[in-house]
């Protein structure tokens, strides 16, 4: 089936549903697809990742770094998103030092969010007016990159095998670990603790999973989002919420009463910016951006902002890996 007839019977299935879509300044009403099953077939662009031997493994940069915005290739699907206007994004809003809405601005905001601004600013020469941010869950996350309603996601999405299957990656730019947060005082030190508990995860991660490997008697919980997640927890509905340290950190933030486990984290979660699988050279382009940030200090400045404060570690920007 042809990239096109995909994404035409993709929009076919996908009903509509509230979503909040951000473009420069502000925000506009427009329709979110529900999340549907993503295909189990491995498109022909992209290799087995077990054939590459580390599923951090991409595509090289574009040979001679970012090209000025007007010197994108004809034809390419950078030129597509430039004559479009904008670049499509899908992040998440509720990820409070990743992408999350600043109630005074009423912008999203974070470190997932200068990425997408980046990599907009690389294609029109600035990213203000050039972005339209939809606000999406981590299960819309493949399928909306497989049937072409975003160019691209930057959502605390990990890099795995099953998921270079359905989509392609970026390079990794930021490395992170799955913990788990609980109430102080709770008599929970250690994941093992957390038997018969009731742990919460947002729906389509492998985070509850991942727990009940260490901990097989614990009760799996989910929600839509973190959020919702950190909701059940406030409310007595979850005795613990999994996820990221990144995210945990932005939770912990909010709640003065809740804290994250000390010690190793229990993964490793290399983050990735997910493309269409078809649009390898976006993710070459991207790629290009990434290692500009590195050289230009802007990936170091992002995460002092964001990310340092709370996580309280010093953290350089993960060293890519090329050769599909």
Sequence with gaps: MTRSLRRRAGRAVLAAAALVLLAGCGYSA????EAVAPSSAAPASSPPCEDTGDPTRSYAPLPGGVPAPGDVP???TMARIRDRGYLIAGVSGDSYLLGSRNPFTGKVEGFDIDMVDQVAAAIFGT???HVQLRVISAADRIPLLQSGDVDIVARNMTINCSRWDQIAFSAEYFHSGQKVLV???SGI???EDLAGKRVCAPAG???LDQIQEVAPD????????HTGCLLKFQNGEADAITGDDTVLAGLVAQDPYAEVLAGQALTDEPYGIGVNADDVDLVRF???VLEQMHDDGSWQASYKKWLQPSLEAPAAQPTPVYGR
């Design 74 to 76: 004809a034809g390419s």
């Design 183 to 185: 109430a102080k005082g």
């Design 205 to 207: 991660t492998t985070s």
């Design 127 to 129: 990213a203000e007016g």
């Design 218 to 225: 614990a009760i799996p919980v989910s929600a839509v989002n």
């Design 189 to 191: 030190t250690r994941v």
């Design 30 to 33: 427009t329709p979110v697809p």
């Design 286 to 288: 991207v790629n290009a």
